[in-house]
Nanobody
């Protein structure tokens, strides 16, 4: 029943910032963890960041650590990914995902629900 919709993607110059939003609808009470993934053409989908429902635990891929910040607003049923100091290597389709499984961080196969993605393009 839960549906996720990403927004906030676009074109940005290297060194710039974007904030991605993930809006959840249909009820999110049973979701344990939320995450952001990205997939560049010809590459595997990779985990970027994850957060538990309470915000108490966070995970970041080494490639984005220190530059990206994941956050959650349960009152608004929203998950965000603040992306700073963007690099051309960050260019990809970014997906929001959620899981009922009580594992952290979940791998890509452990997420139950996925959004359709939003394109992020970083020009060099």
């Amino acid at each position: 029943q839960v549906q996720l919709v990403e927004s906030g993607g676009g074109l940005v110059q290297a060194g710039g910032s974007l904030r991605l939003s993930c809006a959840a609808s249909g009820g999110t009470f049973s979701m344990y963890a939320w995450g952001w993934f990205r997939q560049a053409p010809g590459k595997e989908r990779e985990s970027v960041a994850a957060i538990t429902w309470s915000g108490g635990s966070q995970y970041y891929a080494d490639s984005v650590k220190g530059r990206f910040t994941i956050s959650i607003d349960n009152a608004k049923n929203m998950v965000y990914l603040q992306m700073d100091s963007l690099k051309s290597e960050d260019t990809a389709v970014y997906y929001c995902a959620a899981t009922t499984l009580r594992v952290f961080p979940p791998n890509r196969h452990q997420y139950n629900i996925w959004g359709r993605g939003t394109q992020v393009t970083v020009s060099s």
